[in-house]
């Protein structure tokens, strides 16, 4: 098992910034894929960015690419999202996942979330 928490959510002014951390424990060495997730009220759930743990392959959701920057610190098993000039429709629960197949469509671990609010 692998076991993910989210820290750094928080209120923030349109065109603010914030830094979600996800601390991962466990089998970490079964992972192959880490990305984070949003969901905003009466909306589906959304991968926001997501790379493979060798770091190859990177993707980014149109809505956030040049404001946003997904990293990790494999030695401290970290997962970070750098999210800059954030914008009302930014708005949602953000989750951390992780999955074992890095071509697989299917997250086997996921975080509880942590709650990004943009004021406009």
């Known amino acids: 098992q692998v076991q993910l928490v989210e820290s750094g959510g928080g209120v923030v002014q349109a065109g603010g910034s914030l830094r979600l951390s996800c601390a991962a424990s466990?089998?970490?060495?079964?992972?192959?894929?880490m990305g984070w997730f949003r969901q905003a009220p009466r909306k589906e759930r959304e991968i926001v960015a997501a790379?493979?743990?060798?770091?190859?392959?990177?993707y980014y959701t149109d809505s956030v690419k040049g404001r946003f920057t997904i990293s990790r610190d494999n030695a401290k098993n970290m997962l970070y999202l750098q999210m800059n000039s954030l914008k009302p429709e930014d708005t949602a629960v953000y989750y951390c996942?992780?999955?074992?197949?890095?071509?697989?469509?299917?997250?086997?671990?996921w975080g509880q979330g942590t709650q990004v609010t943009v004021s406009s």
């Open positions: 996942a992780a999955k074992r197949e890095a071509a697989s469509s299917l997250w086997d671990y």
């Open positions: 790379f493979s743990w060798s770091g190859r392959n990177t």
């Open positions: 466990g089998r970490t060495f079964s992972m192959n894929g």
